[in-house]
């Protein structure tokens, strides 16, 4: 029973409103323990100062009971901070009572209110803002110097016997120790159990986050965690080397499986690629069913020649890791197991934000994009295609031989392919130089006889020459 009392007190102390950040729910949760305490102490002061008969104090009180009665019935009944009347409680009626209390009684007697005062101030000011914190304590310190001078200067308005300040000190002083014991106790509570929500709090960002970050791609997750990458529908031109593959077949071997063994199957076969395509820095598109589009060269970027070749290593990496699997799901009794084709692109693409301002996707378009899908659907299982553009950049670094010129839907122009050979190195490297006084790009693979006799004729001739400066 103590327990569930226990708890829904916890509970109601802790409730955090909507839309607020972690400083102003510390306040809150402050708030609706400290403005019924600050309430109950005023009313004591009520019934104080009618028993010891001095009415002007009392009624002062009484309106200091109204404020905040005001301020505790929304703190508490609304879990709102109600903003003006914080500020009246916290930079007009706590100062004033004090200043009140000092010109009214005398120096001594008013000074005993201060404790007080300031222990309610010093806990709000823990979690308030610092211009806040600077502003409040200024005007505390100002109003009490005034009106202690003043006292000393002009003396106090009903000034009171030497018994009436020491009844005054033995109940101030038990008040006070009391108020102050319960203040630390419950604010140290509070502390405890605020940052205890506020880890809770953070771990649950923290999971929701990492469950979001499967959905998009890593580069993109870091980009929008950074602050680089912004929500709204916006798109840029970037040259990418765009990535297609897709599973040969996949609608005849899914009509041979039951679902539950397709999709542990398809499953497998996509947390593979998955794994290759994020150790070679791959941005993930979309998966389309069996399909995944990939691409290099946003938001990070190695150049179109790095981009390139990190793409075609991956899709080489890929076909390896393909027949490792095939072996696998045959000795599992696959008949048929999956075969991939792969198409490669590089050009300009349009790359960004995608739809409305409620809900978008974060995607590339464009006729490089189209023609990497069209250069998939060309390849042959196990096969990886290039185009032109891709070629001329690894063709010194990746073995490839020249594949038929297709001419493909929605493409104007005859497209020059090339078949990678997978695990074999460019026989005849290309040479690249380009230093101050010489630049020289020299691919002999992409030469015939005649070509490479009058290449050679012409670099003897280029030596002579500068053998002669």
Same mark, same amino acid.
């Given at each position: 029973?103590?327990?569930?009392?226990?708890l829904?007190?916890?509970?109601?102390?802790?409730e955090? +409103?909507?839309?607020?950040?972690?400083? #102003?729910?510390?306040?809150?949760?402050?708030?609706?323990?400290?403005?019924?305490?600050?309430?109950?102490?005023?009313?004591?002061?009520?019934?104080?100062?009618?028993?010891?008969?001095i009415?002007?104090?009392?009624?002062?009180?009484?309106?200091?009971?109204?404020l905040?009665?005001?301020?505790?019935?929304?703190?508490t009944?609304?879990? !709102?901070?109600?903003?003006?009347?914080?500020y009246?409680? =916290?930079?007009?009626?706590?100062?004033?009572?004090? &200043?009140?209390?000092?010109?009214?009684?005398?120096?001594?007697p008013?000074?005993?209110?201060?404790p007080? $005062?300031? %222990?309610?101030i010093?806990?709000i000011?823990?979690?308030? @803002?610092? +211009?806040?914190r600077?502003?409040?304590?200024?005007?505390?310190?100002?109003?009490l110097?005034?009106?202690?001078?003043?006292?000393?200067?002009?003396?106090?308005?009903a000034?009171?016997?030497?018994?009436?300040d020491?009844?005054?000190?033995?109940?101030?002083?038990?008040?006070?120790s009391? %108020?102050?014991?319960v203040?630390?106790g419950?604010?140290?509570?509070?502390?405890?159990v605020?940052e205890?929500?506020?880890?809770?709090?953070?771990?649950?960002?923290?999971?929701?986050?990492?469950? #979001?970050?499967?959905?998009?791609?890593?580069?993109?997750?870091?980009?929008? =965690? @950074?602050g680089?990458?912004?929500?709204?529908?916006?798109?840029?031109?970037?040259?990418?080397?765009?990535?297609?593959?897709?599973?040969?077949?996949?609608?005849e071997?899914?009509?041979?499986?039951?679902?539950e063994?397709?999709?542990?199957?398809?499953?497998?076969?996509?947390?593979?690629?998955?794994?290759i395509?994020?150790?070679?820095?791959?941005?993930?598109? *979309?998966?389309?069913?069996d399909?995944?589009? $990939?691409?290099?060269?946003?938001?990070?970027?190695?150049?179109p020649?790095?981009?390139?070749?990190?793409?075609?290593?991956?899709?080489?990496? %890929?076909? *390896?890791?393909?027949?490792?699997?095939? =072996?696998?799901? *045959?000795?599992?009794?696959?008949?048929?197991p999956?075969? !991939?084709?792969?198409?490669?692109?590089?050009?300009?693409?349009t790359?960004?934000n995608?739809?409305?301002?409620?809900?978008?996707?974060y995607?590339?378009?464009?006729?490089?994009v189209?023609?990497?899908?069209?250069? =998939?659907?060309?390849?042959?299982?196990?096969q990886? #295609?290039?185009a032109?553009?891709?070629w001329?950049?690894?063709?010194?670094?990746?073995?490839?031989?020249?594949?038929?010129?297709?001419?493909? *839907?929605?493409?104007?122009? +005859?497209?020059?392919?090339?078949? &990678?050979?997978?695990?074999? +190195?460019?026989?005849?490297?290309?040479?690249?130089?380009?230093?101050?006084? !010489?630049?020289?790009?020299?691919?002999?693979?992409?030469?015939?006889?005649?070509?490479?006799a009058?290449?050679?004729?012409?670099?003897?001739?280029?030596?002579?020459?500068?053998?002669?400066?």
């Amino acid at each position: 029973m103590l327990a569930d009392v226990w708890l829904a007190i916890r509970n109601w102390a802790t409730e955090r +409103p909507e839309g607020v950040d972690d400083r #102003l729910a510390r306040i809150n949760v402050l708030a609706r323990v400290g403005f019924p305490n600050a309430l109950m102490v005023h009313a004591a002061f009520v019934f104080l100062f009618w028993y010891l008969e001095i009415w002007p104090l009392m009624i002062f009180n009484i309106f200091s009971v109204l404020l905040w009665a005001g301020a505790t019935w929304w703190i508490t009944i609304h879990n !709102i901070l109600h903003r003006p009347l914080f500020y009246l409680c =916290q930079f007009v009626e706590v100062p004033l009572h004090g &200043v009140v209390a000092t010109v009214y009684l005398g120096l001594a007697p008013g000074f005993f209110f201060y404790p007080l $005062l300031t %222990m309610l101030i010093t806990c709000i000011l823990t979690f308030v @803002s610092r +211009p806040m914190r600077a502003s409040l304590c200024i005007v505390f310190i100002v109003t009490l110097a005034a009106s202690g001078a003043y006292v000393i200067s002009a003396g106090p308005i009903a000034p009171q016997s030497a018994t009436f300040d020491a009844v005054l000190f033995a109940i101030n002083s038990v008040m006070f120790s009391g %108020m102050l014991a319960v203040l630390l106790g419950l604010f140290e509570w509070l502390e405890e159990v605020s940052e205890a929500e506020l880890v809770d709090s953070r771990q649950r960002l923290e999971s929701v986050s990492a469950h #979001l970050a499967k959905y998009v791609s890593p580069q993109l997750y870091q980009a929008i =965690q @950074s602050g680089k990458q912004e929500s709204r529908v916006v798109s840029r031109r970037r040259k990418l080397t765009v990535f297609f593959s897709d599973v040969v077949g996949f609608t005849e071997t899914a009509e041979r499986m039951e679902s539950e063994e397709l999709t542990a199957l398809l499953n497998e076969y996509l947390t593979e690629m998955s794994k290759i395509a994020q150790a070679h820095g791959a941005n993930f598109d *979309k998966f389309i069913g069996d399909a995944i589009v $990939l691409y290099f060269g946003d938001p990070d970027t190695l150049g179109p020649e790095g981009d390139a070749l990190r793409c075609v290593e991956m899709a080489c990496a %890929m076909q *390896k890791r393909m027949k490792e699997l095939q =072996q696998r799901w *045959k000795a599992k009794g696959l008949e048929h197991p999956f075969r !991939i084709r792969i198409g490669i692109n590089t050009g300009y693409c349009t790359v960004g934000n995608f739809g409305s301002d409620e809900r978008m996707d974060y995607t590339i378009i464009g006729r490089q994009v189209n023609l990497t899908a069209r250069l =998939q659907a060309a390849a042959e299982p196990g096969q990886i #295609l290039l185009a032109h553009e891709t070629w001329a950049l690894v063709s010194d670094r990746v073995a490839a031989e020249p594949g038929e010129t297709v001419t493909m *839907k929605g493409i104007a122009h +005859p497209v020059r392919t090339y078949r &990678v050979v997978t695990g074999v +190195p460019a026989q005849n490297p290309v040479v690249r130089v380009d230093t101050p006084g !010489i630049s020289l790009r020299l691919d002999p693979g992409g030469m015939d006889e005649a070509a490479r006799a009058e290449a050679a004729a012409t670099l003897r001739a280029a030596l002579g020459a500068l053998e002669k400066q």
